[in-house]
């Protein structure tokens, strides 16, 4: 009943890309998961496993799953994979500077280099890249932020700008995508 719910809502609303936390999806049992991505596909959504990380080991951390999204791919019939793989990869406390240096180094190999046990990539799997971009990175790291923005390797970014004030939203959207050509959504 909770998965009807949310594909009405999702075709209610327009919405045509779902982000599905990995770690919650991992605590399903397989049936479960399969059904949900073969129903999800059924109503013509795309789904993008969510791979949520903060701190200091952000970026290993990320590093990590990336290749269990794609081994768990592998398994499974089209109907039942993921789309891609959203990083929402966050620097906590984190220096930001060091931490930027070290998703750009990161997402540098991040479609052909971080692979599965048996050699699959993001590439092979033509899935898609996104990432999660925070609003208030370009106020530390300026020049760091735009080299992860302009990442050859991100089909998309996701701006967190969140507010509740529709020019502050405007206001941190722009702190970002002013000076890059690279694809977003705003996250609200």
């Not at 327009?14 to 399903?28: D, M, P, Q, R």
């Not at 609003?135 to 790291?141: G, I, Q, S």
């Amino acid at each position: 009943a909770a998965a009807d719910r949310f594909f009405q809502r999702t075709d209610e609303k327009e919405i045509n890309t779902v982000f599905l936390s990995w770690g919650a999806f991992k605590s399903a049992s397989t049936p479960e998961r399969a059904a949900f991505l073969e129903q999800a596909h059924e109503n013509d959504l795309q789904v993008h496993a969510l791979i949520g990380t903060r701190g200091h080991d952000a970026v290993t951390n990320a590093e990590e799953m990336i290749p269990e999204v794609i081994g768990y791919n592998e398994k499974r019939s089209s109907a039942t994979q993921f789309d891609g793989i959203h990083l929402d990869v966050e620097p906590g406390q984190a220096d930001l500077e060091t931490f930027l240096q070290e998703y750009q180094t990161m997402l540098d190999g991040s479609r052909t280099d971080i692979q599965s046990a048996s050699g699959e990539s993001i590439n092979s799997q033509g899935m898609a890249l996104s990432s999660a971009v925070g609003w208030w990175w370009p106020n530390t790291a300026p020049t760091k932020t735009q080299q992860v923005v302009g990442q050859d390797a991100l089909d998309y970014i996701v701006v967190m700008a969140y507010w509740d004030s529709e020019q502050e939203v405007r206001n941190r959207l722009s702190n970002i995508v002013s000076n890059t050509d690279t694809p977003y959504v705003v996250a609200i």
